[in-house]
């Protein structure tokens, strides 16, 4: 019977101590957040600084500060603004998700305040809100008439808040209807110079819109006929559009 061979073994690693923990560390490092899980992610928007001042002509002098259900819930928790943004976010996604028949109410008095004063403050907007925006648009009408038309109506919205607001209509389909309706309610009201804006992406989704909508937007254009203010560049493409379209 043949005997069994010894293994020799070497008593010394292959690789030296500080090595080996080097490989351990290189294996349990940890991966990259992805780009939407940072929560401290500011939404910005590049703002031409001329057409920001020829639009500002156009704002409302009269409009005063608005007490609103935001001012009273961000002054209870305003040693706490950190982490307001995300808490915020939190609650207006869960409301989304249910069925609420305040849902309207709680985006004009909650949302839109909470966003317009985060946008005044960093100039940008942080990327909890604006998913809790982009989310909120998943119901139209609610988003017509909690965020779109008070926003424009206040008569203050500048062409920073209509840009960063602007590129949630921009990516989100909307029904036709829907649509329509807004560019009504927009063509009707007093002109603030960023209705412009608002009014230009909604036609570029070349929808294809009733009779009643198009004499509104016609209407709209011929109240400027006589009018002796230099008009902001988005007004001529917001017309040239229509006349395209």
């Not at 940072?38 to 500060?65: H, Q, T, V, W, Y």
Request: with cysteine.
């Amino acid at each position: 019977m043949a005997k069994k061979r010894n293994r020799n073994q070497n008593p010394q690693p292959f690789l030296p101590e500080e090595d080996v923990n080097s490989v351990a560390s290189t294996k349990k490092r940890s991966k990259a957040s992805k780009q939407h899980q940072n929560p401290d992610k500011m939404i910005s928007e590049e703002i031409d600084e001329d057409d920001e001042r020829l639009l500002e002509a156009f704002l409302s002098k009269d409009a005063g500060p608005q007490q609103t259900l935001a001012d009273l819930i961000i002054k209870k928790i305003k040693e706490n603004d950190a982490n307001l943004s995300s808490e915020l976010a939190s609650f207006l996604n869960l409301c989304f998700k249910s069925e609420c028949e305040e849902g309207r109410t709680l985006l004009q008095l909650v949302l839109l305040p909470r966003i317009r004063d985060d946008i005044r403050k960093n100039k940008k907007l942080h990327f909890s809100l604006f998913q809790a925006l982009k989310k909120s648009i998943y119901k139209p009408a609610a988003f017509n008439k909690g965020i779109l038309f008070p926003l424009c109506k206040s008569g203050t919205c500048n062409l920073r808040e209509a840009v960063i607001v602007g590129s949630i209509l921009q990516k989100v389909s909307i029904p036709m209807l829907h649509s329509s309706v807004a560019l009504l309610k927009l063509a009707e009201m007093e002109y603030c110079g960023t209705t412009s804006y608002f009014i230009k992406l909604l036609l570029e989704k070349k929808y294809g819109l009733p009779y009643r909508v198009v004499d509104a937007i016609f209407a709209h254009f011929m109240r400027f006929y006589d009018d002796p203010r230099i008009m902001p560049v988005i007004w001529h493409q917001s017309l040239l559009l229509l006349c395209r379209g």
